[in-house]
């Protein structure tokens, strides 16, 4: 199985920008088939999806809550995700995990198979 590995995360004032990397190993000849996603959870909440992009790169999804401030891309050559934060805001506070799949509908962010281990943003008002 694929293996996804994030970095990235810290702790950053409010207005202030962080770029996410989710880095793939094991078969990852095939990495282009993979949906690729970034969510979040803070504690006591419930997931939610942030961004997802399809395989070709062409198609993109974002949660209303970060529109306009967070771009999600994708490197196949690299086999690496990157999510760009910008405009931080407190309520971005959360463990942010990177997820892939090949089966499910890409749309589907919550339902991939594959996690990481996630890495932490802490954004301070």
């Known amino acids: 199985q694929v293996q996804l590995v994030e970095s990235g995360g810290g702790s950053v004032q409010a207005g202030g920008s962080l770029r996410l990397s989710c880095a793939a190993s094991?078969?990852?000849?095939?990495?282009?088939?993979?949906?690729m996603g970034w969510f979040r959870q803070a504690p006591g909440k419930e997931r939610e999806g942030v961004a997802a992009?399809?395989?070709?790169?062409?198609?993109?999804y974002y949660a209303d809550s970060v529109k306009g401030r967070f771009t999600i891309s994708r490197d196949n050559a690299k086999s690496t995700l990157y999510l760009q934060m910008n405009s931080l805001k407190a309520e971005d506070t959360a463990m942010y995990y990177c997820?892939?799949?090949?089966?499910?509908?890409?749309?589907?962010?919550?339902?991939?198979?594959?996690w990481g281990k996630g890495t932490q943003v802490t954004v301070s008002p």
């Open positions: 992009i399809y395989r070709s790169g062409g198609s993109t």
């Open positions: 997820a892939a799949d090949r089966e499910v509908p890409c749309s589907r962010l919550l339902e991939y198979k594959y």
């Open positions: 094991r078969y990852t000849y095939t990495y282009s088939s993979y949906c």
